[in-house]
């Protein structure tokens, strides 16, 4: 199909699907193919770029005093035919191409329009880019056109299947679909397709392909068989088919002949709206199919136009050719005579006069225009672009030495130059530009195949998506709107392993896509509070996790408190004891004249007594919160409170020796060294001396509030470390060292007079106490947390309560209970009867 114009516009279409031959035999005399099964589509768009130049000459602010024509060919599916046809419009020469001779002068067209095959685009962009001869195609999508070094002048109005690809893998992850089956055409359109779904699928959607296959080219029962078996093996329920509908007829077969039922396809933009699939036959398959559509637009007079197309009665005519072939595909009617090779000869002869509006065919269909849209933008492009080359003002061009291309003298280098930066807005609305790839803005519509209860078939549009330079990729759906051919009327579940819930992490199984995976729980310590979590992570040091891992809580806080039994019970016994001595203390001075309590060094007594009141006292530092003054306190407290109390005995102990050294014949001069003064302050110094260190282990590095974590995983500890453990070993060996001179002491007095000997009640209170504070040290050093406090409070209470009682068990025995025995007389030895 041709017209002349002044600048001419070349267009490949698939107006037939097959020729005699399947390549073009290169000869010396090449064999025209004879093309046969009419493809109305191709020559809708056919019909359509003649539309687009016929709008362009009419236009009069789009490329004014300038005729467009055109000279379009039919590829009948070939590339062989296609290559040809193309090399046919680039040289002018129509029966043999002469690659010897020089061209000069104007291009024969200055761009072509097509192809609609990936495969033939590639060939013929090739070739053609080697001249920088534009070439827009309409509706070839490998993503390997994109590459600028190989295909230099190859610009396209369609997105490429990198852009499907993702669109795809996006509406995957909205339906949460992670496990896929992938089918694919064996070439370029399929393989490349393939590619990148391995290379995007996972980083992009986090899913896998659970197996991919390649479609036979023919019909190949075996192969056909093995594959439809895979899909029904695979615990996959969505399959992805890229491939177009002649690969996929064969397949369904198959698909029918062993019923498999429940899963989801979804298609490509060669298959979304093939016809050739919406039968009922195949409906209870692909019913509810989601499927990438090319972008539907509106072309205001296109139909007018079409219904204007008449044949011619003579097939002399060349120009009108394919105009014939279609109308008698249309009216199933033929020409007569038929032409030499007419293959679609036959039926009722053609008049001329049919009337296309009486008819119901898809050609006259303008509500569903997408390749067709495809076109129409390619076609203005080329023209836009010529436009903004006439408009350039001489010296101010963008070429060599400021010149402007000028169409005497055009090259096609210049229109590539034009074409790239071509911008404009088509009348339905869409913006038209190519980016560095020669790819346009990319926008798909996403189709669904709805199968109506009356058994009718719809194709409805159920969202978009597309890519913009502010907002990126976006997808819309309308869920409400789509069909679920499915019992639940909801989306399916396909998976290869269900998501691992929060307090797990995901685990993937060896030798397997990484979206089959194990969920293992979280080990002690450790959460994942989100939905497939690769990792789990660690709480912070003053956290825990919780039962079910999925978040952290505050550990518990461990320390001797009053409100446990524990600390209750020590609280009690450290109070019962302060009050027992405030009652020794109350009996002692009650009785203060009386001979047992003066012949007992009362002043000692008294300031034992207030010793063994605050070693009581100071076990209460020990229970409850530790803070930073209680820490100090305690053992300070503790060390100078029992350092007076041995103190005390130590002296007592001293005094007993010396009275009963001053009772024989020359031992009266030992008592001048234990007056009241040298008792006094034998104590204080001894005590200042505790006094001292513990006062030098609180500048250098006193004890400290700790939370430790070593004990249990799921608590904190709070404890006080002694900070210098030099420091608590002096304070600890300096009462041990009192306490085992008083008790040798006392030991050695233990052999005088019974009615005056104290130094046995001494001695067998400092074995206890010595007792419990060597058996204090490793049950000390092996107690954890709390429990180290409670034994060091239960060490000051048992040796508190070991002194008190037996010290002044006795006496007060005496004194309450046998008063008769609380003379001088009896004191003093002078009755018959021993204490």
Known sequence: MHKAGDVVLGGLFEMNFFSTYSELSYTSEPQQPICHGFDVLGFKQAQTMAFAIDEINRNSNLLPNVTLGYNLYDNCNKLGIGFRAALSLTSGLEEQVILHETCVGTPPVLGIVGDDSSTRSIAISTVLGLYRVPMVSYFSTCSCLSDRQKFPSFFRTIPSDAFQVRAMIQILKHFGWTWAGLLISDNDYGLHAARSFQTDLGPSGGGCLAYLEILPEGDDPAELRRIVNV????????VIVFAHEGHIINLMEEVVRQNVTGLQWMASEAWSSSAMLQTPRLMPYLGGTLGIAIRRGEIPGLREFMLQIRPELHHNSNRNKMVNQFW????????????????????????????????????????????????????????????????????????????????????????????????FTTPFGDQVSFDENGDVLPIYDIMNWLWLPDRRIKIQNVGEVKKSAFKGEELTLDEDKIFWNFESKEPPQSVCSESCPPGTRMARKKGEPECCFDCIPCSEGKISNKTDSMECTSCPVDFWSSPQRDHCLPKKIDFL??????????????????????????????HRRTPIVRANNSELSFQLLLSLKLCFLCSLLFIGHPRQWTCQLRHAAFGISFVLCVSCILVKTMVVLAVFKASKPGGEASLKWFGAVQQRGTVLVLTSIQATICTAWLVSLSPAPHKNTQYHNDKIVYECVVGSTIGFAVLLGYIGLLAVLSFLLAFLARNLPDNFNEAKLITFSMLIFCAVWVAFVPAYISSPGKYADAVEVFAILA??????????????????????RNTKKAIMGRGNTKS
């Open 231 to 238: 899909m029904k093996k695979s615990t996959a329920h969505v």
């Open 328 to 423: 008698e595909y249309t009216f199933q009617c033929r020409f007569a005579p038929p032409p030499e090779g007419w293959v679609e000869a036959g039926g009722a002869l053609c008049t001329g006069h049919e009337d296309l509006e009486n008819v119901e065919t898809e050609f006259l269909d303008i509500l569903n225009l997408r390749p067709e849209y495809n076109v129409y933008k390619a076609v203005y492009a080329l023209a836009y672009a010529l436009d903004d080359m006439l408009h350039c003002e001489p010296g101010r061009g963008p070429f060599n030495r400021n010149s402007c291309g000028n169409l005497q003298r055009l090259e096609p280098w210049q229109l590539v130059y034009y074409l790239e930066k071509v911008n």
């Open 561 to 590: 408190s009053y409100h446990e039994p524990l600390g209750i019970c020590l609280t009690v016994t450290s109070l019962l004891g302060t009050f027992i001595c405030a009652v020794v203390l109350g009996i002692f001075i009650y």
């Open 799 to 820: 040796s508190s309560f070991g002194l008190l009682v037996a010290l002044f068990g006795p006496k007060c025995y005496i004194i309450l209970l046998r008063p008769e």
